[in-house]
């Protein structure tokens, strides 16, 4: 069983930055793909960023050029940073590692963008 501890949620105001990290513990087998995905109050779950293991990340075209998702393998941690934050970006953020056993999700965190 994989387990995703994420961290980073916060307030931040419009046009801050803030920085998510999501460490993966409990897998033999390599997470060939680590992501991010967002669910706002009302609306569907939707991908935001993923990086495949030693391929280029994938962004929703709403957060291209805004933020960057990077991982580090030798510690199982997927990061997003936020930049240019806007009030529509808040939301639940969930880390989200597929191994050759399934798809796991974190519990999530939280983020507000509010002035």
């Known amino acids: 069983q994989v387990q995703l501890v994420e961290s980073g949620g916060g307030l931040v105001q419009p046009g801050g930055s803030l920085r998510l990290s999501c460490a993966a513990s409990g897998t033999p087998f390599s997470i060939y793909l680590m992501g991010w995905y967002r669910q706002a109050p009302g609306k569907q779950r939707e991908l935001v960023a993923n990086?495949?293991?030693?391929?280029?990340?994938n962004y929703a075209d709403a957060v291209k050029g805004r933020f960057t998702i990077s991982r580090d393998n030798a510690k199982n941690t997927v990061y997003l940073q936020m930049n240019s934050l806007k009030p529509e970006d808040a939301a639940v953020y969930y880390c989200?590692?597929?191994?050759?056993?399934?798809?796991?999700w974190g519990q999530g965190t939280q983020v507000a963008v509010s002035s």
């Open positions: 989200v590692a597929t191994t050759a056993l399934g798809t796991y």
């Open positions: 990086i495949p293991s030693g391929s280029s990340a």
